[in-house]
Nanobody, 116 residues
Framework: QEQLVESGGGLVQPGGSLRISCGAS????????MAWYRQVPGKERELVAT????????TYADSVRGRFTISRDNAKSTVYLQMNSLKSEDTAVYYC?????????WGQGTQVTVSS
């Protein structure tokens, strides 16, 4: 059964840092580009960052470029998102998934709250 499990979220002050993780199982993780998305209540899910299957190329939304870094460890079937210089507008539930196309079953996400 395919599964995506996000973890590492929490409460952080503005300007702080956080690293979130996503473990994948049930499919061949290493052949897929992966992505991080985020969603706030009442808004559509937003694409935050992508990484190619071997990790050699990444892309970022304009709102996070220069502050966030996506990476992956194919041996562990895990994708990471390092978030620095966090802002209140980064508050959201963060999800990972394969990129184009995403898996049908999304994980539960991990809540990131940026607040003083």
């Amino acid at each position: 059964q395919e599964q995506l499990v996000e973890s590492g979220g929490g409460l952080v002050q503005p300007g702080g840092s956080l690293r979130i993780s996503c473990g994948a199982s049930g499919f061949t993780f290493s052949i897929y580009a992966m992505a991080w998305y985020r969603q706030v209540p009442g808004k559509e899910r937003e694409l935050v960052a992508t990484i190619t299957s071997a990790g050699g190329f990444t892309t970022y939304a304009d709102s996070v470029r220069g502050r966030f870094t996506i990476s992956r460890d194919n041996a562990k079937s895990t994708v990471y998102l390092q978030m620095n210089s966090l802002k209140s507008e980064d508050t959201a539930v963060y999800y990972c998934n394969t990129y184009l196309p995403p898996r049908t079953n999304w994980g539960q996400g991990t809540q990131v709250t940026v607040s003083s």
